[in-house]
């Protein structure tokens, strides 16, 4: 089912607090430009799974027509709501900043960046970029300082990676235990 765009599926189908329980990191969506590759999609599913995010909207039509989801291997598009949208602006969870993540002359660098403890993170395709009106209408646009623009995918591990060293996370050896595969028992 096609959500319409005046749904805040994030805001109203859980109470806030619950959400920041669930993602310990804040609250955490994240927007797709008309994304090509569902290898990509599904590599995005897996790195909120691990750092925390609670929704994926996309928009276009591609993504749908080749859905394959294995690089999804802990099954998280069954957990968080991967939602075509016509329009990634008008579903902005409310309360969220938006946030463009694009390599956009002007943009702050990433390492210098301090994350909205609600953000909307919108990365854009494949093979294209985040377009005029969407950076336009943000509230922050960020980069990566890298020497050739990266994968999709990769970005968004990336982004969602630097939000977690920048806040009060939590570590430690009963994590470790719960995050990792079943035959690994390892120890130092
Ligand atoms: C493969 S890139 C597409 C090409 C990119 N728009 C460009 O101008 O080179 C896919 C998406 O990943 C994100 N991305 C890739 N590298 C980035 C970087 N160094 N900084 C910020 N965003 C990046 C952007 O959201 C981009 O639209």
Redesign the pocket.
Known sequence: MKYKNTINLVNSSKPEAEFKRWSGHGLVSIGL?NPKSATNVASILRACGCYGASAVFYTGQRFGYAKDFNADTRQMRHIIPTVGVDDLLAIAPKEASKVV???VEG?IP?PEFVHPENAFYI????????PEDIVAACDHV?????RN????AA?ANVVLYDRMAKSDYVAGNELIKKSRDNNNGLTI
Not at 123 to 130: I, L, Y
């Open positions: 430009v993540i694009e390599l943009a990433l990365f854009g395709p494949e093979d294209a970029s985040v960020v980069y990566i300082p890298t623009s990266m994968n999709l970005t």
